[in-house]
Nanobody, 120 residues
Framework: QVQLVESGGGLVQAGGSLRLSCAASGSIFRISYMRWYRQAPGKERELVAGISSAGSTNYADSVKGRFTISRDNAKNTVALQMNNLKSEDTAVYYC??????????????WGQGTQVTVSS
C-alpha cells in the first residue's frame, strides 16, 4: 500500500504564491510518475503538472510559466510551486503517484486533496 499526504493549500490573493507538497510512504519500490491534478466545483478533474523519476516535466497550458513541479526521489516527495495565482486556479488539488510496490505490483494512488482558494 501507498499513502500520499498533501499539504500547503490555503487562501491567497490573486497574484500571490503557494507551495503544495506531497509525501509518499508505504511499500514503495519505485515511483515512476508523480502528478498534480485539480478539480474545481462543477468541473472535471484535470492534470496540472507531472514529473517522471528522471525529472522530465509536463504542464497544462493554463499554468505554464507560473507553476513549477519538482520532486525529491530520495524522500519520495513532490512539490508544486504556484506563482501569480489567478482566481481560476481555485480548486482542490490532488497528488497522484504511479509506480511499483515492493511486491512488484504496479500501483496508482491518490492523495486526499488540498483546497486552494484564490481571491480576486
Amino acid at each position: 500500500q501507498v499513502q500520499l499526504v498533501e499539504s500547503g493549500g490555503g487562501l491567497v490573493q490573486a497574484g500571490g504564491s503557494l507551495r503544495l507538497s506531497c509525501a509518499a510512504s508505504g511499500s514503495i519500490f519505485r515511483i515512476s510518475y508523480m502528478r498534480w491534478y485539480r478539480q474545481a466545483p462543477g468541473k472535471e478533474r484535470e492534470l496540472v503538472a507531472g514529473i517522471s523519476s528522471a525529472g522530465s516535466t509536463n504542464y497544462a497550458d493554463s499554468v505554464k510559466g507560473r507553476f513549477t513541479i519538482s520532486r525529491d526521489n530520495a524522500k519520495n516527495t513532490v512539490a508544486l510551486q504556484m506563482n501569480n495565482l489567478k482566481s481560476e486556479d481555485t480548486a482542490v488539488y490532488y497528488c497522484n503517484a504511479i509506480g511499483v510496490l515492493m511486491t512488484m505490483r504496479e500501483y496508482d494512488y491518490w492523495g486526499q486533496g488540498t483546497q486552494v482558494t484564490v481571491s480576486s
